[in-house]
């Protein structure tokens, strides 16, 4: 059986660290081809290349029935109007779903459905549960002044597919109009 440090994670809702677990981190040269306005992109790289989120993953045990999870942290900011954001993938097992828990900060998850190219938008703040179902690819945006924490729970066999949806980097996408964030289908104008 699981040890009791196996079986329980401690972690910061402010600051989205899992104690005695390293996190990944993504710069904003992490993210080439991920926002909408290259150029802006370009600009805001040659000036900085700061740090745009992390994640903190438990993946304990792989088999069929068993659960990964993770804590992410996705600092506020924009690369032109377009909020910070994260790559986005789809589950290489396609079917695997996925619960996202808004632990801090306001943010959204977007989503788009393979089949249909559909794409919603659902809020990922505290006290909500985001549900994102299979065959759907999914990115986190901080729609929010200070840095969104939330964890996401995943079969341990998901996987991560972030070459598919990179393709089209999504349908649409959430810009700042008039202090609010906007979903808007790619080359639309607010
Ligand atoms: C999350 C994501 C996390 C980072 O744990 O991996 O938000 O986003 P990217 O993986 O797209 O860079 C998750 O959805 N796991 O399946
Ligand atoms: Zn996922």
Redesign the pocket.
Known sequence: MLNVEQLLSRFDPQTGEIAGVPAVE?HLSDLRGCFADAAAYEQALAVDNPLV?T?A?VALAGGAGDLNY?V?RLMPGCIGNEFYL????F?AWRDAA?IYLGLSGDGLMLLEDEMTGESRVVPLRPHHVAYVPGHTA???VNVGPEPLIYI?V?PAR?G?DYDAIARTNFRHLVVEHDGQPVLIPKQGKV
Do not use: N, P
């Open positions: 993504r989120y994640v993953s993770a992410g994260t790559k986005g993938h589950h996925e999914h990115r986190t996401g995943y998901a991560h």
